[in-house]
């Protein structure tokens, strides 16, 4: 693979190269082929230009998925400017503190935004764009007005002769150059903007590239499940997606279990990023309830027939995954243990990567091959990791610095201290082991980390992996209360069956006594609360722990 001058070089060559091909689709909806990908993004430029924006002003992007917001978000590189994606799961007080905080002069919104957002809360923009077909919300300018209703005639102007390959040069950017800001969704309530550079993006591209670019060719479809404002979904579902010359697609819905199945059986994705709820709704109620009867269990037991019968049981789930997919990568939170050990088991193609929003976002991968149970892979190129720890083998801080590593969180030099120091390591507050080859094993959060009652240290995200596999338990979270442990539960009400709340509390009640028995003394369960409503969760679908303290 050719190393490119810059980051937006990428972009330009993959235009190029796939010219005639399928691009972007809306799932079940419309198709761009990226020469269509092409002229909305000059299109967008001339719209940029003759509006006042220069090179190095923000543009925030807030919307589901959508070919749109892909055109945008490239339109914005390409140009010079700083893209700021906002989740959109984020309320309206959020996305105007962003758009505030970030200085943005423009925003795209998606057609669920628009009757969210008070425009007269955000001041200092000019003007606000639809996703959907990229009219004007609201203009602040007489120049956005003229531009947007004068596009059209602009372009014909400045391609009379039809526009083409060779008019396809986009900005060169410098390594350190900012790209975008990227403000975290964490489980501790605080969102920081987190300003990750072009060499951030193209060392996660590059990697990505070389790893995964000889399994998944070009033209091959893939499905953009996660937000693409988020990291994890936009470098590696997205960026690297369309980089690779891949058909993408976007679930521009509310990406329901139902509707992901439908999407992964119509569309036979190449490859699959995902979080572990995906995986394990999938594993837990079409697979596992096939496996579990006496019948199946006795056969397994057979070792005669072992063998074939979890090629089958391998086969099944892979044909649930759409029957074509390299490998399933799961990463943004811990996967069950007894989801993966089954999948590990009947030989399926999963693996476990790491990364943060501040590494854009990758940290550690291995390819699925390499995959040891109960890791989260070795350092990806170009990045060094250690974990900060005064006995080996005990868990200590990962920290990492290189390629990768953001420039710091913006408008915010006390948090960037705090992150990164003098020697250019970042701090990143997970909790994990490395064995001997580099793999690396995550134990927790440093600030979920609980201190029993003689002082030992209680990883909480452990006792929620065994809670999860039990009976009726949809969900848990563990919290300490006084020198107590309790732990909520949501319950799994697919399975209920009818059960009073009597008969759940009964079932949670021989839940803990069976997990107790699994744990040491200092952090067993004291009390199992049932909890009606489903915890609320990150863009990751990490819990928002914060809310549940008290």
């Known amino acids: 693979m050719e190393t490119a001058l810059s ?34 993004i000059e299109k967008l430029h001339i719209l940029f230009e003759n509006c006042g924006v220069s090179k190095g002003n923000k543009i925030a992007i807030c919307g589901r998925n959508s070919a749109h917001w892909a055109v945008a978000f490239l339109a914005t590189l390409t140009y010079g400017a700083v893209a ?17 905080h970030s200085g943005a002069k423009l925003l795209f919104v998606g057609d669920y935004i628009v009757k969210e957002i008070t425009p007269s809360e955000m001041p200092q923009l000019e003007g606000i764009i639809n996703l959907p077909d990229f009219s004007l919300m609201e203009s602040r300018s007489e120049k956005l007005t003229y531009a947007r209703e004068h596009l059209n005639l602009m372009f014909g102007s400045k391609y009379p002769m039809a526009f083409r390959k060779e008019h396809i040069h986009y900005h060169q950017n410098t390594a350190d150059e900012l790209a975008l800001i990227n403000y ?17 993006l193209q060392g996660n591209l590059e990697f990505c590239l070389r790893r995964l670019g000889d399994h998944v060719k070009p033209g091959a479809p893939m ?5 693409m404002a988020h990291m994890y979904g936009l470098s590696i579902e997205f960026i690297f997606g369309f980089c690779n010359g891949c058909h993408l697609y976007f679930l521009n819905r509310l990406p329901s279990p139902t509707l992901i199945a439908k999407a992964f059986t119509d569309i036979r994705p190449a490859l699959i990023v995902t979080v572990p709820l995906i995986i394990e709704k999938i594993i837990r109620k079409r697979v596992f309830p096939l496996i579990q009867s006496n019948r ?3 056969l397994l037991a057979m070792p005669v027939v072992q063998k074939k019968i979890k090629e089958r049981i391998c086969q099944q789930v892979y044909e649930a995954f759409g029957g074509r997919t390299y490998e399933v990568i799961v990463g943004g939170a811990a996967l069950s243990k007894e989801v993966e050990e089954f999948l590990l088991s009947v030989g399926f193609p999963i693996t476990v990567g790491y990364g943060t929003t501040e590494c ?19 350092p990806v190129d170009g990045m060094e990791v250690r974990i900060a720890s005064s006995t080996p083998g005990t868990p200590g801080e990962i920290v990492t610095r290189g390629r990768n590593v953001m420039l710091g969180y913006y408008h915010n030099d006390e948090a960037t201290r705090q992150a990164i120091d003098p020697e250019g390591w970042y701090h990143t507050g997970d909790l994990a ?17 609980l201190l029993g009652a003689s002082g030992q240290n209680i990883y909480p995200e452990e006792i929620e992996d065994k809670l999860n596999s039990m009976p009726m338990v949809s969900e848990s979270l563990v919290l300490q209360s006084g020198e107590h442990l309790v732990a909520l539960v949501h319950p799994d009400h697919d399975e209920q069956m009818n059960f009073s709340r009597q008969e759940l509390e009964d079932i949670m009640e021989q839940n803990r006594r069976e997990l107790n028995q699994q744990l040491p003394q200092y952090s067993r369960i004291t009390d199992i609360r049932l909890h009606d409503e489903e915890f609320q969760k990150t863009p990751k679908k990490s819990i928002k722990r914060y809310l549940y303290q008290a």
């Open 360 to 378: 854009a976002p990758l940290i550690s991968y291995n390819d699925w091959h390499e995959h040891v149970a109960g890791s989260c892979g070795r």
């Open 296 to 298: 199946m269990k006795l």
């Open 433 to 449: 082991t490395m064995d001997s080859s580099g793999n690396i094993f995550i134990r927790g959060r440093i600030k979920n980390m």
């Open 223 to 227: 499905l953009d499940i996660l937000p």
């Open 7 to 40: 980051f937006n070089h990428y972009i330009e060559q993959t235009i190029v190269q796939h010219w005639d091909a399928d691009a972007l689709t809306d799932y079940e909806g419309q198709t761009l082929q990226f020469h269509d990908v092409a002229r909305k």
């Open 84 to 100: 700021v994606p906002i989740l959109h799961e984020f309320n309206s007080e959020q996305i105007h503190n962003i758009v505030n």
């Open 184 to 200: 975290t969704s964490g489980t501790t309530g605080f969102s920081k903007g987190v300003m990750l550079p072009y060499r951030a």
